[in-house]
């Protein structure tokens, strides 16, 4: 069975950081694209950033340029999300996805969901 764990989330001040990580099991990690999404209340749910494992692709959403990192560990099966310099419009429920295929998962058309960890952030 695919599962996938999210930890990380919370409160936190304008300005300050946070870091989430996904736990995967229950499949073979390498072969999957892992990507991060994020759903605030009333609005529909928006990719986040992805990152691949055989050829190294990494994707981020414009919103989160420069202030996001994500990153993979293939011997743990966990996958990252640095978020720093965060602001009140970051503040959603964060969701891992899994994948095969990066065009799938970038459209949220995925195999696997975490249950979501939310993030607040206050102004």
């Known amino acids: 069975e695919v599962q996938l764990v999210e930890s990380g989330g919370g409160l936190v001040q304008a300005g300050g950081s946070l870091r989430l990580s996904c736990a995967a099991s229950?499949?073979?990690?390498?072969?999957?694209?892992i990507g991060w999404f994020r759903q605030a209340p009333g609005q529909e749910r928006e990719e986040v950033s992805c990152?691949?494992?055989?050829?190294?692709?990494?994707y981020y959403a414009d919103s989160v340029k420069g202030r996001f990192t994500i990153s993979r560990d293939n011997a743990k099966n966990t996958v990252s999300l640095q978020m720093n310099s965060l602001k009140p419009e970051d503040t959603a429920v964060y969701y891992c996805?899994?994948?095969?295929?990066?065009?799938?998962?970038?459209?949220?058309?995925?195999?696997?969901w975490g249950q979501g960890t939310q993030v607040t952030v206050s102004s």
């Open positions: 996805a899994a994948d095969q295929s990066i065009l799938s998962l970038r459209i949220g058309d995925v195999e696997a």
């Open positions: 229950g499949f073979i990690f390498d072969d999957y694209v």
């Open positions: 990152i691949s494992s055989r050829d190294g692709t990494i």
